[in-house]
DNA sequence: CTAATCATTACCATTTTAGTAATAATTACT
DNA sequence: AGTAATTATTACTAAAATGGTAATGATTAG
């Protein structure tokens, strides 16, 4: 099955919630959390270049300049970078109602579907991420 | 953001509702289902023919042969036959609970949200498919 | 015997993914 | 003023996934 997540959204979310970590929300270099959070820095590059253009984080140029967020953590939900980063949520390939793709039967049940998950990672926020204790978020109780 | 559904599950699922159809399950070729359903035949092949190595379809070959269902149809789960042509249920692109991949703050939120998405899709049959109200069946009331 | 039908493998074009590379622009620090 | 650090921007690319087509073989009803 295909997969929701991809390593764009992915490393996005690892950025934001490594940003979202510090407090005082100061700019951090893309070298330095490449590497803490072993990523290639140049694809984090592209990436955070995106979250910037989305206005989800301000960047500052030059020497000890960096990324931070744009907005505190509690504002930003994981809908918003993952759209960003990874197109529309949706879990089939046709929007387009007249398509005649997508099993007829059960077009309901996929679009439902979407709009409950596009709901899930709307609660959900960077400040729920690194608090710690994101299970009292999920969908459904294990 | 990648898509849940391809177009494999999607034509498996529309072939094997087909199928469902017929109270007396008595064999249908691919050729009148891909006709009716406006499916590319040759790719229904493919995916008839991973189906019946999986068990969930019976074929009879030579003249007036054609597919029918190994089981009734409330037997035979959306997860099922998704997992038979699309893989395993996975939200992320890694598994490995030891891969510095996936967000590591989101890791049990995706994990969750995966097991969720399995039982809801284990919960569907072809059945209820069918019978044109499977909206009962969704993860959460519209 | 032959037409219909599934069985099986090989192949292929397009798109997506996951990056790398190159270069430019800006700023802080000395 | 010079330079190193940093983001900005675009171009490119290798590998995989997707969505098929094509070719050929095997089986069976009539």
């Known amino acids: 099955m295909p997969k929701l ?5 992915d490393y996005g979310i690892l950025l934001m919630a490594s940003l979202a970590k510090d407090p005082d929300n100061r ?3 893309l070298a330095e959390i490449a590497s803490s959070c072993r990523l290639p820095q140049t694809f984090l ?10 206005q989800l984080l301000g960047a ?3 020497r ?50 979407q709009r409950h998950l596009h709901k899930t ?5 960077l400040a729920d991420l690194v608090s710690g204790n994101p299970h009292q978020l999920l969908p459904i109780a294990p």
């Open 45 to 54: 590059e592209q990436i955070a270049f995106e979250l910037r253009k989305a």
């Open 64 to 113: 000890n300049g960096g990324y931070r967020l744009s907005r505190r953590p509690e504002m930003i939900s994981l809908v918003e970078i993952l759209e960003v980063l990874e197109g529309p949520i949706r879990t089939v390939p046709c929007q387009d109602s007249q398509c005649t793709l997508i099993a007829c039967p059960t077009r309901g049940f996929w679009e439902v579907l």
């Open 5 to 9: 997540l991809t390593s764009r959204g």
């Open 121 to 125: 990672l709307q609660r959900i926020t």
């Open 60 to 62: 500052q140029r030059g």
């Open 27 to 29: 700019p951090r270099s």
